[in-house]
């Protein structure tokens, strides 16, 4: 049978996409190895800070913002994993009090990120990020640290009960701290916003259901008004998919783009690739 290059190349590219379950980019969580819902700023509002003006937005602290003793905040049955046996179900209820007084205070500034956890498990998580971000640059010179913008809500079935969220947009981002005892800070690399491409082969593979393109929706982290309008036609085209649906919401965590990167490469090069000699 001829060989066919174009085939070929197609069957290739969709390797390097990995659209199951595992990868983060299909199914993010907020897990021990997943990363961080960002609670405020809006995410508007985030886009317009850490996006479009470049600013460095630093983690609050929950303890400095209720004026409360850390030990009160980080106390051992409000980080517990909830367990019947234990009691943890209290503590995770006072955690989620103390979360939304923080919400409510006047005392949470503007340019602070908040999140669900407390300032132990914080602290904990966002190390962790770090290490794991700052070993794919350093070991194979790849960004990883992403902070997501907007999330698609869906069920692989319309009897399935399983909620999977999946980020639509991706910033790459940096964080960092002056020492130890420092709280972590948040800003964007200067590098292109990212449509989660993994997601868009899944929706068009499985169901048919077709993403808006950079021309229909150009991303640029200039335009304040960039991740509102992509949001919202990601929402318009699943509308008529029971239960889908978008959550405006923002998150930071790890994601490995290093064969998305070989997957853009190869769509970019494709009649070139296409011509080598090999593929003749």
């Known amino acids: 049978m001829p060989f066919d290059p174009d085939a070929r190349l197609a069957e290739w590219r969709k390797s390097l996409l990995d659209i199951s379950k595992r990868n983060r980019l299909i199914k993010f969580a907020a897990g021990r190895g997943g990363g961080a ?58 955690a989620r009090e103390l979360t939304e007084m923080c919400l409510r205070s006047p005392n949470l500034p503007s340019d602070h990120l908040l999140t669900e956890f407390t300032d132990r498990q914080l602290a904990a998580r966002l190390t962790r990020l770090f290490r794991t971000a700052r070993e794919g640059a350093t070991d194979h010179g790849v960004t990883t640290l992403f902070a997501a913008f907007g999330f698609l809500r869906w069920f692989e ?37 990212v449509p989660n491409h993994c997601l868009a082969e899944l929706l068009r593979t499985q169901f048919r259901i077709k993403q808006p393109t950079a021309a229909e929706c150009p991303l640029s982290a200039d335009d304040p008004g960039c991740v509102a309008r992509y949001v919202a036609a990601v929402a318009a085209a699943v509308a008529h998919v029971p239960r889908w649906g978008v959550v405006e919401s923002a998150a930071v965590g790890v994601f490995n783009f290093q064969k998305l990167a070989m997957w853009e490469d190869l769509g970019r090069n494709a009649a070139r690739v296409a011509a080598h000699p090999v593929c003749r």
């Not at 508007?44 to 409360?68: P, S």
């Not at 009897?159 to 709280?183: A, F, G, I, K, M």
């Open 157 to 193: 079935s319309a009897d399935s009960t399983e909620e999977v969220l999946s980020p639509l947009l991706l910033v790459p981002v940096r964080l960092e701290r002056e020492t130890v005892e420092s709280p972590f800070t948040l800003r964007a690399e200067d590098e292109d916003v």
């Open 37 to 94: 819902y960002l609670l405020r700023p809006s995410v508007g509002d985030l886009w317009g800070r850490l996006v479009c003006e470049g600013a460095r937005l630093t983690f609050a602290r929950k303890a400095e913002i209720l004026g409360l003793p850390p030990e009160v905040v980080d106390a051992d049955t409000l980080a517990a994993d909830f367990d019947p046996q234990s009691g943890a179900a209290a503590g995770a209820d006072v």
